[in-house]
């Protein structure tokens, strides 16, 4: 069974600074095609889930308009571990971060399917 888990979440004061982490892990698994972080504001009724950084198999990130030079994802692709290293945080940063990934699995046969953590909360306060 395929699991996506968070972690690294918490609470940081306005400029700090938090580095998450997505553990994808489960049989099957050939490859990471897509990685993507998303983020949910928390009590904010309609509020969409937005994209915060997505990155394929071997290419370079992108990023939402709003991270502005101040998020890094990463990849290790030999310990299926995705990162999102996050600076300068602002309080409209605070959020429910996701972990999101497409993943070529073989059961028996391949297909590509796509995954979601639980999340993980990032509270940005002073």
């Given amino acids: 069974q395929v699991q996506l888990v968070e972690s690294g ?8 600074s938090l580095r998450l982490s997505c553990t994808v ?21 309609g509020k969409q889930r937005e994209l915060v950084a997505r990155c394929p198999s071997g290419g370079v990130a992108n990023y939402g308009d709003f991270v502005k030079g101040r998020f890094t994802m990463s990849r290790d692709n030999g310990k299926n571990m ?9 309080p409209e940063d605070t959020a429910v971060y996701y972990c999101h990934a497409n993943l070529l699995i073989e059961q028996p046969i391949r297909m590509d399917l796509d995954y979601w953590g639980k999340g993980t909360l990032v509270t940005v306060s002073s």
């Avoid at 979440?9 to 700090?16: F, K």
């Avoid at 698994?29 to 009590?43: D, E, F, H, L």
């Fill in 9 to 16: 979440g918490g609470t940081v004061q306005p400029g700090g």
């Fill in 25 to 45: 892990s489960g049989k099957n698994i050939i490859n990471i095609n897509t990685a993507s972080w998303y983020r949910q504001a928390p009590g904010i009724p």
């Fill in 82 to 90: 995705v990162y999102l290293q996050m600076n300068d945080l602002k």
